[in-house]
């Protein structure tokens, strides 16, 4: 019996203790030894300080609500972003907390959008012969299918002073702006190549995109040296054989360019319902609607 716990227990407990010592001990203490001593900072989490206080890691998604910042994808896990939680909410469509907690961060995204501009896009690979984008002025609802090019409901009054353009994006400097993007056909991918941003465009799911121009496009035109330089917008996704139409320009201008260029537009609800238009029926006057000047807040 002695010669057999020799022969097979001794060897595997001696084994098991020098691996335990080597592995579980030395290699982890030299690991940490090393990593001390030469990334410190991303050995301990690479967590982030305010005011002497750690207020997050760069390596977990957080919470924003600054305009300033651009705000990350909507967190199931514990009470938002939270690291210990593990595990999604399995809240279903008919959940009353996931309907309550849609309509709060829709409500938050029109207070943000009182402070800036919002646009709502959509695009398509083969819509009106060619690939294109098209934006709505100041858009504040999805895109149901009512047969008009952004897919308005006319029988709300808060559509009545959008405007509709294609391919041409203008935007006042310094104000900051929400692109909610959605698609017509297939997966597209809204590029902004100068601003370092894209965002996916999904057919039924809108997203949502943030940021502010610092620099218009006449300064930018004497940064570079470039009489023809524009921001450009485009389709970063293969998506058929319309993608290599895809290309759109964005204007930053100052707020009286783009007031003036706001002027000379006419609202999709007078070029839809032409029996509306003042302008045109001066009898009819009392029944148009209700049409605004600027209407980037």
């Known amino acids: 019996m002695l010669a057999l716990w020799r022969q097979l227990f001794r060897p595997a407990i001696v084994v098991l203790a020098a691996l335990t010592l080597v592995t579980g001990l030395a290699y982890p203490a030299a690991v940490t030894a090393v990593a001390q001593l030469v990334f410190p900072a991303q050995a301990n989490g690479s967590m982030i300080t305010a005011d002497g206080r750690t207020v997050g890691s760069t390596l977990i998604g957080q919470a924003f609500s600054d305009p300033r910042y651009i705000w990350g994808r909507p967190s199931a896990a514990g009470s938002g972003y939270d ?34 501009a919002t646009l709502y896009g959509t695009f398509c ?45 203008h935007l006042v400097v310094g104000k900051p702006v929400q692109l909610v993007i959605g698609a017509k056909d297939v997966i597209h991918d809204v590029g902004l190549a100068h601003f370092r941003m894209k965002m996916d465009a999904v057919p039924g799911t809108p997203t949502t995109m943030w940021f502010t121009p610092t620099i218009t496009t006449a300064d930018m035109r004497k940064k570079t040296g470039n009489p023809d330089f524009v921001y450009e917008l485009s389709c970063d996704q293969m998506c058929g054989k319309g993608h290599w139409s895809m290309r759109g320009t964005i204007v930053v201008e ?6 003036a260029w706001m002027a000379g537009k006419k609202p999709q609800y007078l070029v839809a319902n032409p029996d509306k238009d003042p302008s045109k029926k001066a009898d009819t006057l009392s029944a148009a609607a209700p049409v605004t000047g600027a209407i980037i807040r």
């Open 83 to 116: 690291a210990m939680a593990s595990g999604g909410s399995n809240l279903g469509p008919t959940s009353r907390v996931l309907i309550d907690r849609v309509r709060a961060e829709k409500l938050s995204e029109r207070e943000f959008a009182t402070d800036g």
């Open 125 to 169: 690979a083969a819509c009106h012969g060619q690939g294109g984008e098209g934006m709505r002025y100041p858009g504040m609802a999805p895109f149901p299918a009512i047969g008009n090019p952004a897919g308005q409901i006319w029988d709300d009054p808060a559509n009545y002073d959008d405007v509709f353009v294609e391919q041409e994006m």
């Open 254 to 259: 100052t707020q009286e360019e783009f007031d």
